[in-house]
């Protein structure tokens, strides 16, 4: 070897080294364990909360949300024009002057409503909670508060809707979850952000008046289940940690049990859902809003659901539902899909100013319900499988139970599903779950199976097929290996 190739060579073996070194000083420093940052508002606990009110929350699978206020009165329009946005906040588009708006709940009188049909709609529906509006960022109140009067009593129907609302959905045995918006766009004392000293002084007459509104709201509803926040996003309520966190005590003071998601609290470093730390700050995760998880890993070990609208884009009623928007299948996927996941599936319905909903929404709401009268032991009470997934759809197991479903979207030519169980279980049977027919099942290598199809049977809508399962310390292989 000559002068020039032996440089080139250790030049080589030195740069190989260097990396060698930085690569053993990279992989040191990320074991090394990073100290928690101290927070006094931060999470309170690790892990999931594992008390009766939240196993029942668990297993809800499907839920309905309802945006209902003055909002639907101008139904995504203003003088012939459409609002290009969610509806229900178009009192903040520049076109519309509050003024005008502020006084809409002297026409708010709906005619049709009937929460005993909504409930019945609900309940046909397979839902098992419902999360009710009862003050959106418009600040006008379906109940009959007696800290403002801005407030259903002022409108021509005086009536108590979020009490009509909570009796008729608790009657059918749905659950009720009290929406309300931290933003008031009404209250004088409501800021965006502290800049200034008389800032600070009003907004903490607006904490107290918030608070003050949710004591009342526990008091007059007290089946009520649960709290779901909005508007907590501005830089007054995320300066404001330590009030937050005392709020968040102090009502489920009130109530025993009471379950309130990511969407409320905010540490003193102003995040908001998760701490500092990373830790999730309330009883489930409420990031996922029209989104859904792509794999298990994306939820943290955490309890979470996802709240979606059946439009692109928007909760309250608006004439014209601009875009694409979701059919019945795409509905039922997602069920499936946030179920598969370990979470719940929250559907979202925007009734029209006279208290009806939309035909679209009913048809939605009726085929989901024969759906799920046939399918709902997969949705009910079930969790993450732990299985690899597939092109055909989902898998979901029954908590508490050895038996895994397998929700099928998407049917191959060849009418042969692939499984993979994991390595700790062994599937003893395969059945349709409509007709309780029995499958054949082929053992391929290394642990799958394919799951045979009826011959000539025709699969219009997604389907469940139920696997019994058997815990196994090691799986045995099932066949012999291919030779080469």
């Known amino acids: 070897m000559n002068r020039t190739k032996q440089s080139k060579v250790a030049k080589l073996f030195t740069v190989i080294a260097v990396c060698s070194l930085f690569s053993l000083n990279t992989t040191a420093q ?12 931060g999470a309170h606990r690790t892990g999931k909360r594992m008390d009766a009110d939240m196993a029942k929350w668990r297993g809800y699978g499907l839920g309905q949300f309802i945006h209902w206020g003055l909002y639907s009165i101008l139904e995504g329009k203003y ?57 959106h960022h418009d600040g006008f109140c379906l109940w009959p508060s007696k800290y403002t009067d801005y407030t259903i009593e002022s409108s021509p129907y005086k009536k108590d809707i979020v009490k009509e609302v909570v009796d ?52 007059r509803y007290p089946q009520t289940k649960g709290l779901w926040f909005d508007g907590t996003w501005d830089n007054s309520w995320k300066k404001s940690g330590a009030f937050t966190d005392s709020l968040e005590q102090y009502l489920k003071s009130l109530v025993p049990g009471l379950i309130i998601g990511s969407r409320l609290r905010a540490d003193e470093k102003g995040n908001r859902h998760v701490d500092a730390n990373g830790v999730l700050m309330g009883d489930y995760e409420q990031g996922w809003e029209r989104k859904i998880p792509k794999t298990y890993a994306d939820v943290h070990g955490n309890d979470w659901d996802c709240v979606m609208t059946i439009p692109e884009n928007g909760w309250g009623y608006a004439e014209k539902w601009m875009g694409h928007w979701k059919t019945t299948n795409e509905l039922i996927e997602m069920t499936a899909q946030c179920v598969s996941l370990g979470g719940n599936f929250v559907v979202n319905f925007g009734p029209k100013a006279d208290g009806s909903f939309r035909k679209e929404e009913i048809a939605n709401a009726k085929e989901i319900g024969e759906w799920m009268k046939i399918n709902s032991d997969a949705i009910y009470n079930c969790e993450y499988a732990g299985w690899e997934k597939q092109d055909w759809g989902y898998y979901t197991k029954k908590r508490g139970e050895d038996k895994v479903y397998m929700i099928v979207f998407n049917v191959p030519l060849s009418g042969s599903l692939k499984i993979k169980p994991s390595a700790n279980y062994v599937v003893e049977k395969a059945t349709l779950l409509e007709g309780k ?40 292989e099932a066949g012999p290996k291919a030779k080469t």
């Open 437 to 476: 027919q029995q499958l054949s099942t082929e053992k391929l290598d290394y642990g799958a199976s394919f799951i045979q199809l009826p011959k000539g049977k025709t699969f219009v809508k997604p389907f469940v097929i139920v696997l019994d399962i058997k815990p196994v310390k090691q799986q045995e």
């Open 168 to 219: 008729a959905y608790t009657k059918e045995g749905i659950d009720v979850y009290l929406y309300f918006s931290i933003m008031d766009w009404h209250h004088p004392d409501w800021r965006y952000d502290l800049k200034t000293k008389e800032d600070s002084i009003a907004f903490d007459r607006f904490k107290l008046f918030t608070k003050n509104q949710l004591t009342e709201l526990l008091q």
């Open 30 to 41: 990320s074991t090394v364990k990073k100290e928690p940052i101290p927070l006094q508002h």
């Open 79 to 135: 003088k012939g024009k459409y609002y290009n946005g969610a509806a229900e906040w178009i009192r903040s588009w520049k076109e519309v002057p509050n003024a005008e708006y502020d006084v809409l709940n002297k026409q708010f009188n709906p005619a049709t409503f009937n929460a005993t049909a909504w409930a019945k709609m609900a309940k046909q529906m397979g839902v098992k909670y419902l999360t009710f509006t009862t003050k």
